[in-house]
């Protein structure tokens, strides 16, 4: 699988995170599937106390900086 080949080395700082979609299929296109990631990612900084310092979600995937916060 590809996600065998990456590891978070330092859990504490930044990191550039790609997600895409199966087989590449124009999903997030429909509003109502943008909303569950939009709705996803501000539970993860509310919640799971996640920062995300930079965002966008394109047609079949996604791009973010993200990090974990210490507390």
Same mark, same amino acid.
């Given at each position: 699988?590809a996600g065998d080949r990456?590891?978070? @080395? ?7 995170i790609t997600c895409t ?5 124009? #999903? ?12 996803? #990612? ?13 965002w966008v979600i394109m @047609?079949?995937?996604?791009? #973010? ?7």
């Amino acid at each position: 699988m590809a996600g065998d080949r990456y590891f978070i @080395s330092d859990q504490y700082v930044p990191y550039y995170i790609t997600c895409t979609v199966i087989k590449w299929i124009d #999903l997030f296109t429909r509003r109502d599937y943008r909303d569950v990631i939009v709705d996803s #990612l501000n539970h993860c900084c509310k919640e799971k106390s996640i920062t995300i310092y930079a965002w966008v979600i394109m @047609s079949n995937h996604m791009h #973010l900086v993200a990090q974990a916060s210490i507390f």
